[in-house]
T-cell receptor, first 115, second 112 residues
């Protein structure tokens, strides 16, 4: 049973570019949440997807967008990259049926560096 | 916005010493979760506390949830070098959706 997978592992981009990060949830999970973790800080919630729709969003600008596919996998897109977007991007999956307290399982993350 | 405060920010201990990290919320929590993140790794779920005054143990780790459900602690007895990492508490967003609000974390260094 595969856990949460993310790709790519590392990514280097320059300011102004666009990036797409990918996540496959744990088997049996239907909800995907994305978090941004800056160096030395705790993860910050970006948004959550269920049934291919964004259900909740954190305090992130519209440059951050996402998508969920019918197989529950998800993408995070960031446009017009800024130096401050450099961070570890984490995907977490859970089951909606598990309720608001269902355990979230985190993937290994994508380390994005913006130069 | 909803916040959770976690202290200390850093803790350096000698192997064999105990370690404690604390989380505090201004609002009553439905539950609190604890995660461990090894250097270069990702957060790994440790435990969830739900009941007022709850105490749970995992080998050398003891987790407590306050009576008022506004604070929690993680205590490690006789630390080992394998305990190195950052320990985060996380609380659910009061508006639901299984959105987690993380504390800033406590980074634990263990010197052999």
């Amino acid at each position: 049973d595969a856990g949460v997978t993310q790709s790519p592992t590392h990514l280097i981009k320059t300011r102004g570019q666009q990036v797409t990060l990918r996540c496959s949830p744990k088997s049996g999970h239907d909800t995907v949440s994305w978090y941004q973790q800056a160096l030395g800080q705790g993860p910050q919630f970006i948004f959550q997807y269920y049934e291919e729709e964004e259900r909740q969003r954190g305090n992130f600008p519209d440059r951050f967008s996402g998508h969920q596919f019918p197989n529950y996998s998800s993408e995070l897109n960031v446009n017009a990259l800024l130096l401050g977007d450099s961070a570890l991007y984490l995907c977490a999956s859970s089951r909606l049926a598990g309720g608001a307290t269902d355990t979230q399982y985190f993937g290994p993350g994508t380390r994005l560096t913006v130069l | 916005g909803q916040q959770v405060m976690q202290i200390p920010q850093y803790q350096h201990v000698q192997e064999g010493e105990d370690f404690t990290t604390y989380c505090n919320s201004s609002t009553t929590l439905s539950n609190i979760q604890w995660y461990k993140q090894r250097p270069g790794g990702h957060p790994v779920f440790l435990i969830q506390l739900v009941k007022s005054g709850e105490v749970k143990k995992q080998k050398r780790l003891t987790f407590q949830f306050g009576e008022a459900k506004k604070n929690s602690s993680l205590h490690i007895t006789a630390t080992q070098t394998t305990d190195v990492g950052t320990y985060f508490c996380a609380v659910p967003f009061s508006g639901g959706y299984n959105k987690l609000i993380f504390g800033a974390g406590t980074r634990l260094a263990v010197h052999p």
